[in-house]
């Protein structure tokens, strides 16, 4: 990345922020305080026109705010995005590509970002996603598009968001004949010993290619949880997977329980940031439940498929005394994140799978 960067002189760089909701040239900052516009309703706290008198926005309860409206070509190159809202997970983020109204991306805000404990707010330090102190979002997956899009944030709470803020920060460029579209796919599983597969990506068709996985982890048992195995469904496999990876946390990079219980006397599971892959958050200090927080992006090792995926995670882990597998009850909530080479899919069959409670 480092060494294409002196071929990018002269790019067409634009930014939709609240002080430039269109992103146009020179048309940042042209707000002045009022006291009746209810858009500026925190320019009360300026110093004046042109010193911050728009810097974010209020969200009314049950509503949604259009957080960028853009026709045009290009690529967006980064999402920042943060809140007073003590849960993201009542806020949640849309985008759509081409004049699609169907989103490509749908997800709880905090899932999206890979923080999805409302609980148990954390940092991520990862090369696309990056949540900085204090819950300060920023993703910088490329999207691109050809004629425009939609970025929409909803506030699903019964309760005014008194502060978002945001910016989305694009290149003005022309793209190629055959891109893929940015996907981000949400879903949540409470799994029972009688059906112990959370889905993490379904009913995707076309070609494309798989780059991350996000996994919210609530563990319901005081026992190991991490040995179910990631599996993926390519081109029409349908009993039996193509790639299974031999274990929750081996597919997430880590080994020998993270480092936690019955393998290090005394420990518990051992939190880490890595630009591919991670462990960021850990909570187990006050019994049952105990949260745990996981990315993998794979971006060096990115996983194609020509006519469809499915990727599931099995919730298994080690029975008390250590003597055999056992499935576990979990409540698990994952984000997919994906290439495909439209613009939009229909990827939900019911309501329920887009649980966002």
Same mark, same amino acid.
Not at 211 to 228: K, M
Not at 264 to 286: R, W
């Given at each position: ?88 997970? *009542?806020?949640?983020?849309?985008? #759509?590509? @081409? %004049? ?6 749908? !997800?709880?805000? $905090? ?115 991490? *040995?179910?195995?990631?599996?993926? #469904?390519? @081109? %029409? ?6 790639? !299974?990876?031999? $274990? ?110």
């Amino acid at each position: 990345m480092l060494n294409d960067l002196y071929k990018k002189s002269g790019v067409v760089t634009r930014m939709i922020s609240a002080e430039n909701p269109t992103g146009e040239k020179g048309k940042a900052c042209l707000d002045v305080p009022s006291t009746t516009d209810p858009r500026l309703y925190w320019s009360k706290n300026s110093l004046g026109e042109n010193y911050k008198v728009c810097p974010f926005v209020r969200i009314p309860a049950h509503s949604t705010f259009i957080v960028a409206d853009f026709k045009g070509e290009g690529v967006i190159k980064q999402i920042f995005m943060t809140s007073d809202r003590a849960c993201f997970s *009542e806020l949640v983020i849309r985008i #759509y590509w @081409d %004049g699609s109204d169907v989103p490509a991306v749908e !997800c709880p805000l $905090g899932a999206f970002f890979c923080m999805g404990h409302d609980s148990q707010p954390h940092t991520v330090y990862s090369l696309p996603i990056v949540v900085a102190p204090h819950r300060g979002c920023n993703c910088y997956w490329s999207m691109p598009f050809r004629t425009g899009f939609r970025i929409e944030v909803e506030n699903r709470g019964d309760t005014m968001t008194e502060i978002f803020a945001y910016k989305v920060l694009f290149h003005q460029q022309k793209v190629e004949k055959d891109i893929s579209y940015f996907y981000a796919q949400y879903r949540r599983t409470e799994t029972l010993a009688e059906n112990p597969t959370h889905i993490i990506l379904d009913n995707v068709h076309g070609k494309g290619v798989y780059v991350g996985t996000y996994l919210a982890w609530t563990e319901l048992h005081d026992r190991w949880w991490g *040995e179910g195995e990631v599996k993926f #469904y390519l @081109d %029409g496999d349908k009993e039996k997977p193509t790639i !299974c990876d031999n $274990g929750t946390e081996d597919y997430f990079g880590g080994a020998w329980n993270f480092g936690g219980y019955g393998i290090v006397p005394g420990s518990d599971e051992q939190s880490f940031n890595s630009p591919f892959l991670g462990l960021p958050m850990v909570h187990v200090k006050d019994g049952i439940p105990k949260h745990f927080s996981m990315y993998r992006f794979h971006i060096e090792d990115c996983i194609g498929f020509v006519k469809d995926i499915r990727v599931t995670v099995d919730t298994i882990g080690w029975k008390e005394d250590f003597s055999k597998y056992e499935h576990h009850d979990e409540d698990v909530r994952s984000v997919a994140f994906y290439y495909l080479n439209k613009p939009f899919c229909q990827i939900y069959e019911t309501d329920e799978e887009k649980r966002y409670d």
